[in-house]
């Protein structure tokens, strides 16, 4: 295997650092994983290159190699569950925006001025699918039994729509940052395990494009996998 050199270290955690749509826990664990990346030896290149994985549970251990950089104090298992939680809040996903307090309305209109919007603050609410994406958004209604009938309306048409459109799913919006910097050939079954609720699909691009290191190893728990 390729070792990664000191300078292409030094580039990558200079760029992590200097991203600003990182968490900061995602942030020190892709430090971590660069820093055993170069510790072991693991680059672009890997006698695997080219075997199909069936159990991403035989291989590297870099995964929980980085979550022990971070946390000494962890036993094995421990640390296993620390990587898995890490990566799955990675995991590319879609998150509805939530309104705040605020700029949550009635979504009914007034009789005086006709058809000028509600602003009284809502009592109930739900999400609506946009029929054609399933991107999700709020809506409510106040005490008027008007307005009501009329988030009732919406809430039944909006689900109604998106059923008849094939029940589509809402592009990826979140996550991915991991997968943003390292070329890895099993990012979907490593963000599924990490996460049942990973999705494969694609995620938003950061700007500007960004460069990546390659790891090409599965992950290994040795029987301690959560």
């Known amino acids: ?50 075997r199909p994985h069936q159990d991403i549970t035989r291989g590297s251990e870099i995964w929980r190699d980085a979550a022990w950089l971070l946390n000494s104090d962890l036993d094995e298992r421990g640390a296993w569950l620390s990587a ?20 949550r309305f009635c979504v009914g209109t007034m009789l005086r001025p006709a058809g000028a919007p509600c602003k009284r603050r809502t009592t109930r609410s739900s999400s609506v699918p946009n029929p054609m994406t399933g991107e999700l958004t709020m809506i409510g209604a106040c005490n008027d039994p008007r307005h009501r009938a009329a988030f009732e309306a919406q809430h039944r048409d909006g689900w109604a729509g998106w059923r008849l459109n094939g029940e589509p799913t809402p592009a990826n919006n979140t996550g991915g940052h991991l997968r943003r910097y390292m070329r890895y050939t099993h990012w979907d079954q490593l963000y599924a395990w990490a996460n049942h609720r990973y999705q494969p699909g694609a995620t938003p691009a950061p700007e500007p494009p960004r460069a990546r290191l390659a790891l090409v190893t599965p992950i290994r728990a040795k029987g301690s996998q959560p």
């Open 84 to 103: 898995k939680s890490i990566i799955g809040e990675d995991a590319p996903r879609y998150e509805m925006t939530f309104p705040t307090y605020d700029a």
């Open 1 to 50: 295997m390729k070792t990664t050199s000191m300078a292409e270290f030094g580039d990558v955690v200079t760029r992590v650092m200097e991203d600003p749509n990182l968490p900061e826990r995602t942030r020190q664990y892709l430090i971590a994983v660069v820093h055993e990346m170069r510790m072991q030896g693991v680059s672009g290149r890997s006698r695997l290159k080219g």
